[in-house]
């Protein structure tokens, strides 16, 4: 067969007999795919190219997807930038009021991702995602007005409340999209946001050095700039980027494979339905623990880099001009081994693996950090940039739990608790930063290296886990047919087995 050529769908009419005979699962109790699929002829789908279909739903998805991660992380460090371009002089803030600012944003964050989990679940996802996306950019807006310490609290409580809603829809949005095997590359595409971000937000800050008019400071037109590039970005996604396969704008025909091409996920699509029993295994399921033990643990280096960064590299003893400057390759780092780290991930199914790979890069980084002597700029820079490739684990850990957890309830709480453990680290990272520490922060950069230890050895306790289990229901000769769209949990269909 050419590559032109249709590619036809095998298609078993015993699985759909299984699934709507006798009305057997009643509507709205299954996935919202196999409800679409009773009153469908699956015929159509051998008229549809699959790799025709998968290039065009990267188009119609995976631009506005980076768009929305670029933004959202862009706008929550630009007061990294901002504080060595006259933010902290300008509102009367010390550095423990500054670490206050960014422990603020992460409280606000895991406070709300259980109720945005539950919103995201009852409301359409991509409108309930670029509403979001709208209003945290006029937080972002606004944050050129504020004069004072306060006036920042309140806009970066409110950014986290907003922002909370990001990781959790593109996770759930990818998944509802995308096979297992080709998760993990598109996770990485759209968290490439974090590296062309860091480049984006020195360049634009080292720009706006040379703007000298007394009118606005160089800060705030920076918040005014990015702020109002988020809103058009948000009610962009609301008019562009479909719920759901079912609603797109894609042919009959085209929805009909893009449905059918998920059943080997066996973790559904969507579901309206909250269902307490998915949402209770959630808290009885040992990857849950094991999962947010190793997030918690990684992103306590992911705070302190992404919010000190600019201090700590000034502190090395270059100019704010120099230092905006050398913020540069951060976004260079963190852009090549998150595609490197993706990319391995998706071509040898080794996720745990390639976690434990882009954690040991971090942790050489802190060591140079923490261990370097001051004097050896060199070594401090390299350190430095390093650090930046534990971002590059956080996508993996993301297909992890995309392609790991089925039921859509089961799905969308463990994306809660995932981001619940995310927002922890973040909590903690900016406590390691303390005034008294200045200017070196060694306390801060030990807990670096020691952090990032606890992560690979949990992700090593994960990867056994899942060996375990694929193991003891593979003796067990475990499998309970053809369940792919009856919304059952990763625990309740023992045919399920985890990705590594």
């Known amino acids: 067969m050419s590559p032109d050529q249709p590619e036809k769908q095998p298609m078993s009419s015993t699985n759909m007999d299984l699934e709507t005979k006798n009305n057997l699962i009643s509507t709205g109790k299954a996935d919202a795919a196999l409800d679409f699929l009773r009153s469908e002829d699956l015929a159509e789908i051998s008229e549809v190219n699959e790799k025709a279909?998968?290039?065009?739903?990267?188009?119609?998805?995976?631009?506005?997807?980076?768009?929305?991660?670029?933004?959202?992380?862009?706008d929550k460090v630009l007061i990294n930038y901002a504080?060595?371009?006259?933010?902290?002089?300008?509102?009367?803030?010390?550095?423990?009021?500054?670490?206050n600012l960014t422990l603020a944003f992460y409280v606000t964050y895991l406070f709300f991702e259980l109720p945005t989990g539950f919103l995201m679940q009852r409301l359409p996802t991509a409108k309930y995602l670029g509403f979001n996306v709208t209003l945290w950019g006029?937080?972002?807006t606004l944050n050129?007005?504020?004069?004072?310490?306060?006036?920042?609290?309140?806009?970066?409580?409110?950014?986290?409340?907003?922002?909370?809603?990001?990781?959790?829809?593109?996770?759930?949005?990818?998944?509802?999209?995308y096979k297992r095997d080709e998760q993990p590359r598109r996770m990485g595409i759209w968290y490439l946001g974090t590296g062309t971000a860091s480049i984006m937000g020195a360049l634009v800050a080292y720009?706006?050095?040379?703007?000298?008019?007394?009118?606005?400071?160089?800060?705030?037109?920076?918040?005014l700039i990015f702020g109002l590039i988020t809103i058009a970005v948000g009610i962009s996604i609301i008019i562009f980027l479909?719920?759901?396969?079912?609603?797109?704008?894609l042919t009959h025909s085209e929805k009909l494979l893009a449905i059918e091409r998920l059943r080997e996920n066996q973790t559904g699509i969507e579901n309206k339905h909250f269902k307490r029993s998915q949402f209770t295994e959630i808290f009885t399921d040992p990857q849950t623990y094991l999962i947010a033990v190793i997030v918690t643990a990684m992103d306590v280096p992911n705070a302190a880099m992404s919010s000190f960064t600019s201090l700590i590299i000034k502190n090395f003893?270059?100019?704010?001009?120099?230092?905006?400057?050398?913020?540069?390759?951060?976004?260079?780092?963190s852009i090549v081994s998150i595609l490197a780290v993706s990319y391995a991930a998706g071509r040898y199914n080794q996720r745990c693996l390639c976690v434990v790979a882009s954690l040991s890069a971090g942790l050489l980084g802190g060591c140079l950090l923490a261990f370097a002597p001051r004097s050896n700029k060199s070594a401090q820079l390299a350190g430095n940039y390093l650090t930046q490739c534990t971002g590059s684990a956080l996508p993996i850990i993301y297909s992890l739990a995309g392609a790991n957890v089925a039921g859509h309830t089961k799905k969308v709480s463990m994306n809660a608790v995932l981001l619940m453990a995310f927002c922890l680290g973040n909590i903690l990272g900016p406590l390691t930063f303390r005034t008294e520490d200045e200017p070196d922060y060694v306390p801060a950069k030990i807990a670096i290296v020691a952090t990032l230890a606890v992560a690979i050895v949990f992700t090593f306790g994960l990867r056994g886990y899942?060996?375990?289990e694929n193991s003891r229901r593979e003796k067990a000769g475990e499998g309970r047919g053809d369940v792919e769209f009856l919304d059952l949990t990763d625990r309740e269909n023992r045919g399920f087995r985890y990705k590594l």
């Open 242 to 249: 479909p719920d759901n396969p079912m609603t797109s704008r």
């Open 144 to 177: 050129c007005t504020a004069k004072n310490f306060p006036g920042l609290m309140v806009l970066r409580v409110l950014l986290g409340c907003f922002e909370s809603a990001i990781a959790p829809a593109l996770i759930l949005i990818t998944s509802m999209w």
């Open 207 to 223: 720009g706006l050095l040379f703007y000298t008019s007394n009118a606005f400071k160089p800060w705030q037109i920076m918040f």
């Open 83 to 99: 504080s060595v371009m006259g933010l902290l002089s300008d509102t009367n803030m010390h550095t423990d009021q500054f670490s």
């Open 138 to 140: 006029l937080m972002t």
């Open 317 to 333: 003893g270059y100019t704010t001009k120099q230092t905006e400057l050398l913020n540069i390759p951060n976004g260079a780092v």
């Open 53 to 74: 279909l998968v290039r065009k739903i990267d188009w119609m998805i995976m631009p506005l997807m980076w768009a929305a991660y670029n933004l959202q992380y862009l």
């Open 466 to 468: 899942y060996v375990w």
